[in-house]
């Protein structure tokens, strides 16, 4: 074989796998591609999931705040109707006292009436 054959095998060897080269480079870099979007669509639905998520917190932190709110507004009006409660049950218990006075001295004004 002559030197122009083997340069000519050795040009045809080196272009096949410069050929094998860049399909393998070209193969990478489309997986790389599909891996890439598969990733993006990924975070974004991932970011979709999360928004979603966080407004369906908000509106139940929001709701629960609100609860809470007329919670309190009950405590107050309770706290405000036990202590009118209990301020009449120490009229009640001043008049009740006031009415047993009068008893002890109307009975005592009876019974002189009846010895006399």
Known sequence: MSAASW????????????ALSARASQRAAANA???DAQTASRTEIEKEAFERAEGLLDRQ??????????????????TKKVRDL???REIDKHTISDQAEQI?????????RGEA
């Open 104 to 112: 002890r001295v109307l009975s005592a004004v009876i019974a002189a």
């Open 7 to 18: 340069t000519a095998a050795a040009s045809v060897v080196v272009a096949l796998i410069a």
């Open 33 to 35: 591609a599909q891996k």
């Open 86 to 88: 209990e301020d009449g």
């Open 61 to 78: 932190f929001k709701r629960q705040e609100e609860e809470i709110e007329g919670l309190r507004e009950d405590v107050n009006r309770l």
